[in-house]
Nanobody, 126 residues
Protein backbone atom coordinates (compact mmCIF):
# COMPACT_ATOMS: atom_id res chain seq x y z
CA UNK A 1 0.00 0.00 0.00
CA UNK A 2 1.14 3.54 -0.77
CA UNK A 3 0.03 6.66 1.05
CA UNK A 4 0.52 10.16 -0.34
CA UNK A 5 0.15 13.36 1.62
CA UNK A 6 0.42 16.86 0.19
CA UNK A 7 1.50 19.95 2.11
CA UNK A 8 2.42 23.55 1.41
CA UNK A 9 -0.74 24.93 -0.11
CA UNK A 10 -2.12 28.34 0.80
CA UNK A 11 -3.07 31.76 -0.47
CA UNK A 12 -0.77 34.11 -2.34
CA UNK A 13 -1.01 37.16 -4.54
CA UNK A 14 -0.37 36.98 -8.26
CA UNK A 15 3.34 36.89 -8.99
CA UNK A 16 4.12 35.13 -5.74
CA UNK A 17 5.49 31.67 -5.05
CA UNK A 18 4.48 28.54 -3.19
CA UNK A 19 6.22 25.21 -2.68
CA UNK A 20 4.17 22.06 -2.47
CA UNK A 21 5.52 18.81 -1.05
CA UNK A 22 4.26 15.26 -1.44
CA UNK A 23 5.36 12.78 1.18
CA UNK A 24 5.14 9.14 0.11
CA UNK A 25 4.88 6.42 2.74
CA UNK A 26 4.28 2.71 2.73
CA UNK A 27 5.71 0.62 -0.11
CA UNK A 28 7.53 3.45 -1.86
CA UNK A 29 8.88 1.01 -4.45
CA UNK A 30 5.38 1.17 -5.95
CA UNK A 31 5.70 4.93 -6.46
CA UNK A 32 8.19 4.91 -9.32
CA UNK A 33 6.53 7.79 -11.10
CA UNK A 34 5.16 10.80 -9.25
CA UNK A 35 3.02 13.55 -10.69
CA UNK A 36 1.06 16.62 -9.75
CA UNK A 37 -2.44 17.29 -11.01
CA UNK A 38 -4.84 20.11 -10.22
CA UNK A 39 -8.55 20.66 -10.32
CA UNK A 40 -10.23 24.04 -10.39
CA UNK A 41 -13.92 24.49 -9.48
CA UNK A 42 -16.15 23.28 -12.28
CA UNK A 43 -13.24 21.91 -14.30
CA UNK A 44 -11.75 18.50 -14.88
CA UNK A 45 -8.59 17.38 -13.15
CA UNK A 46 -5.59 18.33 -15.28
CA UNK A 47 -1.97 17.31 -15.48
CA UNK A 48 0.65 19.71 -14.10
CA UNK A 49 4.02 17.93 -13.90
CA UNK A 50 5.58 14.46 -13.76
CA UNK A 51 8.88 13.02 -12.54
CA UNK A 52 10.07 9.43 -12.55
CA UNK A 53 12.39 8.14 -9.86
CA UNK A 54 15.22 7.62 -12.35
CA UNK A 55 14.71 11.07 -13.84
CA UNK A 56 14.12 9.68 -17.32
CA UNK A 57 10.65 11.18 -17.40
CA UNK A 58 10.22 14.81 -16.47
CA UNK A 59 7.62 16.98 -18.09
CA UNK A 60 5.23 19.86 -17.55
CA UNK A 61 1.92 21.11 -18.81
CA UNK A 62 2.43 23.94 -21.26
CA UNK A 63 0.46 26.28 -18.96
CA UNK A 64 3.05 25.96 -16.18
CA UNK A 65 6.31 25.27 -18.03
CA UNK A 66 8.96 27.82 -17.12
CA UNK A 67 7.12 28.77 -13.91
CA UNK A 68 6.83 25.45 -12.03
CA UNK A 69 9.61 23.01 -11.16
CA UNK A 70 9.13 19.43 -10.03
CA UNK A 71 11.92 17.79 -8.09
CA UNK A 72 12.68 14.98 -5.71
CA UNK A 73 13.51 16.01 -2.16
CA UNK A 74 16.59 15.04 -0.19
CA UNK A 75 14.56 12.14 1.12
CA UNK A 76 13.67 9.64 -1.58
CA UNK A 77 10.05 9.66 -0.49
CA UNK A 78 9.42 13.36 -1.12
CA UNK A 79 8.44 15.07 -4.35
CA UNK A 80 8.25 18.86 -4.48
CA UNK A 81 6.55 21.33 -6.78
CA UNK A 82 8.04 24.81 -6.73
CA UNK A 83 5.52 27.24 -8.16
CA UNK A 84 6.75 30.70 -9.15
CA UNK A 85 5.10 33.64 -10.88
CA UNK A 86 1.72 32.34 -9.85
CA UNK A 87 -1.37 33.50 -11.70
CA UNK A 88 -5.02 33.60 -10.62
CA UNK A 89 -5.72 30.80 -13.12
CA UNK A 90 -3.39 28.55 -11.09
CA UNK A 91 -6.01 28.52 -8.34
CA UNK A 92 -7.05 24.91 -7.77
CA UNK A 93 -6.76 21.92 -5.50
CA UNK A 94 -3.40 20.31 -6.21
CA UNK A 95 -3.09 16.55 -5.99
CA UNK A 96 -0.04 14.34 -5.77
CA UNK A 97 -0.28 11.06 -7.69
CA UNK A 98 2.00 8.05 -8.08
CA UNK A 99 2.24 4.77 -9.91
CA UNK A 100 4.61 1.84 -10.10
CA UNK A 101 5.39 2.32 -13.78
CA UNK A 102 5.67 5.20 -16.18
CA UNK A 103 4.30 5.70 -19.63
CA UNK A 104 5.97 8.08 -21.99
CA UNK A 105 2.69 8.22 -23.88
CA UNK A 106 0.12 8.50 -21.08
CA UNK A 107 1.84 10.21 -18.14
CA UNK A 108 -0.56 13.17 -18.42
CA UNK A 109 -3.68 11.04 -17.93
CA UNK A 110 -5.10 10.91 -14.41
CA UNK A 111 -6.32 7.33 -14.79
CA UNK A 112 -2.70 6.29 -15.37
CA UNK A 113 -2.02 6.70 -11.64
CA UNK A 114 -3.08 4.26 -8.96
CA UNK A 115 -2.22 6.25 -5.83
CA UNK A 116 -3.51 9.70 -4.92
CA UNK A 117 -3.28 12.16 -2.07
CA UNK A 118 -6.24 14.11 -0.75
CA UNK A 119 -5.09 17.39 -2.22
CA UNK A 120 -4.04 20.82 -0.99
CA UNK A 121 -5.71 24.12 -1.87
CA UNK A 122 -3.77 26.81 -3.73
CA UNK A 123 -5.44 30.20 -4.11
CA UNK A 124 -3.89 33.00 -6.14
CA UNK A 125 -5.52 36.42 -5.90
CA UNK A 126 -5.16 39.19 -8.44
Amino acid sequence: QVHLEESGGGSVQAGGSLRLSCTISGDISKAFTSAWFRQAPGKEREFVAVLSRNGALKNYASSVEGRFTISRGAAENTVNLQMDTLKPEDTAIYYCAADSVYSLANYYLANNYEYWGRGTQVTVSS
